[in-house]
């Protein structure tokens, strides 16, 4: 576990050193890391929804892209569960003289939110409308990087994130898409059915 450790440190202190020497980007990087990135996946999200009213099957499609949002909010909650009760300070708490480019935080690093969120959002979407997943993977996978960049967290803190998000979102679509088909299913039927789909 500490060859694990050593190996994380050594990575982000890599990033870090980039960091350094890429100031011309500080702006950008700041400003994606803290709000850009997360921006960006919920537009992404907006237009599956646009495209899933539009779609074949609309009603199918909306409860898969309403899934999506729903499991990234719920792997977003569990994930404040899991990171206190792994505990791992930031990396800028444990390491001495490194760069960072946000303000610094207090909670715990390990899984990453803003990650928990990308991976969640890429998978899901990915298995909802693939055009736009495919958009939420370029954008989350910066993201993730961009956390490290900012000196905000270890890669293993983005990778678990990721992972976490990803998993919630898969194992949980079952019964979240059938739980959103049922309210779907009544929206269908009443006047607010333009929120399912174009065709009125």
Known sequence: M???SNLDSRLYMDVNRFARNT???HYFMREY?????????GVTGLVAYWRARRSANPKRTVDRVAWTAAGTLLALGLNQIVSHIVGRIRPYYALKGVEVLVPK???FTF??????VAGAMIVGLLLSDLPTGIVAAVLGLFLAFDRVYVGAHYPGDVVGGLIFGALVVTVLRPIGVAVISRITGLIAESRLRFLI????
């Open 105 to 107: 935080a207090n909670d």
């Open 111 to 116: 899984p990453s939110d803003h990650a928990t």
């Open 33 to 41: 890391a803290i709000y850009g990135g997360v921006v960006l996946l």
């Open 197 to 200: 789909t174009s065709e009125l």
């Open 2 to 4: 500490s060859s694990l």
């Open 23 to 25: 100031s011309f980007a």
